[in-house]
């Protein structure tokens, strides 16, 4: 059984930036994606980005290109996001997940495993 565990939300200013991880354990990836998704209130989720874990890959939301990366560290089967000059829309629980499988990198049932979710909130 995959687990994985999120740590980094937390609250800060528009502009400001924080780093969100989210380790990995009960498998080693050596294929297939991790990434990040987001839900606002009254929203659906939404995809932020993901990365392929062997090629490195990555794919984004267009509203973060430039202000989020996405990046991995194959030794710790940890996935890191970046996140700087951060908007109040921005401000979502953000969730960690990942897949064996390569589909539709942008829908969540191309994914199989989740975490349990960290809320990042951006102020004005």
């Known amino acids: 059984q995959v687990q994985l565990v999120e740590s980094g939300g937390g609250s800060v200013q528009a502009g400001g930036s924080l780093r969100l991880s989210c380790a990995a354990s009960?498998?080693?990836?050596?294929?297939?994606?991790l990434g990040w998704f987001r839900q606002a209130p009254g929203k659906e989720r939404e995809f932020v980005a993901v990365?392929?874990?062997?090629?490195?890959?990555?794919y984004y939301l267009d509203s973060v290109k430039g202000r989020f990366t996405i990046a991995r560290d194959n030794a710790k089967n940890t996935v890191y996001l970046q996140m700087s000059s951060l908007k109040p829309e921005d401000t979502a629980v953000y969730y960690c997940?990942?897949?064996?499988?390569?589909?539709?990198?942008?829908?969540?049932?191309?994914?199989?495993?989740w975490g349990q979710g960290t809320q990042v909130t951006v102020s004005s």
């Open positions: 997940t990942a897949t064996s499988r390569f589909g539709d990198y942008a829908s969540e049932l191309s994914y199989d495993y």
């Open positions: 990365i392929n874990w062997s090629s490195g890959v990555r």
């Open positions: 009960g498998r080693t990836f050596s294929s297939g994606r």
